[in-house]
């Protein structure tokens, strides 16, 4: 039983349910109603019947005194001894048949004599039920004279009450118990697999996309009705829909993953604000750099190296080496361009913008001095650079359809190229622009005046290294401090 109204409460919470429950229970009322009341009507009628009855008595009074020929002023003279007997009557009147008044005893009635042919009787309640008059006409009394008696009918009114509140009470017996009943059955056969159902599309929906299926009711019960084709068609829902997004899922993750490698790809072969742009634009890249600085590297006496090892050992050497300086360039903050054979090319300020793009550049070659260092040909003598640097104008980007590679373009690039070709090994070579960017804080050599390929007769410089404060802070000894003034060349 407590568990019963437990659940009849837990159910009230349902709007369904509470929708449901009203339209039944108002559905009994109407209903309970229409079949019902009518009986108020015949009860009343029964009632005030059994109030008729008893006029019968005056009636019989009435013909028994015409019998004896009794004048009309003595036609009433018994209705003492049957008002006694009989306190329902309180009043008659007897008419003629004119209507005229011909006598009465005890209270009057309002109801006056029937005139209307074919009437037989009439009866009328009067006082809010407490008084009931009955007229009875000349064809059903075989007398002639209207007879009109008035009844007390208290008694009937208090019938007709508790009648009407018994059948009220029955009425709303039958609708409670009608819908507690309806709503029980409801309860296990709709409410609470809906409310599961309801529950179980909640949870799905929230773990859908999650690497298992829940444990839901509506997979575990099985139902051979309407709703139980609503629970098939809803758990083939779920299951497509969740195979969907698990395999979509998948698909993501190999995709993110591919994407990533080429990402990782591309950043290494361009840079990555060059890989965006070529990303948005399928075409040429080409932006002017108004001052970069390029360093070219070249390992000396590569051609004899090449000779003494296999091509395997040749390229797994140089790997080595070229991985240690693109190390150097990250460092840096610098942009690696390409390797030619033995040749290393970088650039600074061409796609991260520097202070002072010779100076990192001078710093990166100093390290790759030393870097170098720490490899050794077979014979055990160590690899040594060729280094050449040069600051100026270029053009870098992107160019062509196929093979993607970011490349500089220039004089300030053939210049760089010349003063490592023309350098000596193991020194870095400048050039006059280089220079004017380092004064103060390096010792250089002026090298003077060389016949440069193609460009004629230019200032050069050998870098000799840093210029230190005992802190190992860079020290600025004024314009001019590092060599000796510039001659330039004729």
């Known amino acids: ?19 449901i429950v009203s339209w039944v229970f108002f559905s009994i009322l109407i209903i309970e109603f229409v079949i019902l009341i009518p009986s108020y009507g015949s009860r009343r009628k029964e009632l005030l019947g059994q109030l008729e009855e008893t006029s019968t008595q005056v009636l019989v009074a009435v013909k028994g ?25 309180v009043g008659v009147a007897l008419y003629d048949v004119d209507g005229n008044l011909v006598d009465s005893y005890g209270e009057m009635p ?6 209307e042919e074919g009437q037989d009787k009439i009866g009328r309640l009067y006082h809010s039920g407490n008084r009931y008059d009955i007229a009875w006409s000349r064809e059903i009394s075989y007398i002639d004279y209207s007879l009109v008696v008035r009844h007390n009918s208290e008694s009937v009114r208090r019938a007709l009450w508790f009648y009407l509140v018994r059948l009220l009470l029955l009425i709303l017996l039958i609708a409670v118990f009608v819908t507690i009943v309806t709503l029980w059955g409801l309860e296990r056969i709709l409410i609470i697999p809906v409310l599961h159902l309801r529950d179980d599309l909640r949870l799905a929906g929230d773990v859908v996309h999650q690497n298992y299926i829940p444990q839901l009711y509506s997979f575990s ?15 083939n829902m779920f299951q497509r829909i969740y195979s969907e997004i698990h395999r979509r899922k998948l698909v993501e993750a190999a995709l993110t993953q591919e994407k990533a490698k080429s990402d990782r790809l591309l950043k290494n072969m361009l840079p990555e604000s060059i890989a965006q742009q070529l990303k948005q634009e399928d075409k040429a890249i080409a932006n002017r750099i108004e ?5 070219f590297a070249d390992i000396a006496d590569f051609t004899g190296l090449a000779a003494q090892v296999t091509p395997i050992e040749l390229v797994e050497m140089l790997n080595q080496i070229f991985s240690a300086f693109d190390q150097l360039a990250e460092k840096h903050k610098l942009e690696k361009i390409k390797t030619i054979g033995d040749a290393y090319m970088v650039v600074g300020g061409a796609t991260c913008p520097l202070e002072n793009s010779a100076q990192a550049v001078v710093e990166m070659a100093l390290d790759m001095q030393e ?3 720490r490899f050794k040909r077979k014979n055990g003598e160590m690899f040594q650079l060729r280094i050449g640097i040069n600051t100026g104008t270029v053009v870098a980007g992107v160019i062509g359809l196929k093979k993607y590679s970011y490349d500089l373009w220039g004089d300030a690039v053939n210049i760089a190229s010349r003063m490592e070709s023309h350098g000596e090994i193991g020194r870095i070579h400048l050039s006059e622009s280089t220079y004017q960017r380092l004064k103060g804080f390096y010792y250089v050599e002026p090298r003077g005046c060389i ?34 003034k510039n001659s330039y060349c004729d």
């Open 65 to 89: 005194n015409l019998m004896m020929d009794m004048g009309q002023e003595e036609l009433l003279d018994d209705l003492p001894d049957i008002l006694h007997r009989d306190t329902k009557i």
């Open 110 to 115: 309002f109801l006056g004599p029937i005139l």
């Open 291 to 295: 001052e970069a600085t390029i360093l």
């Open 451 to 484: 016949d440069v390929k193609g460009r004629g007769m230019m200032s050069t410089y050998f870098l000799l290294g840093r210029k230190l404060l005992s802190s190992g802070e860079a020290m600025d000894v004024g314009e001019g401090a590092i060599a000796p």
């Open 371 to 373: 870097e170098i260092k």
């Open 221 to 235: 019960h099985v139902r051979s009705d309407e709703l139980g084709e609503v629970t098939q068609a809803f758990r």
């Open 1 to 19: 039983m407590v568990g019963f109204f437990q659940s009849f409460l837990n159910t009230r919470s349902s709007r369904l349910s509470q929708r």
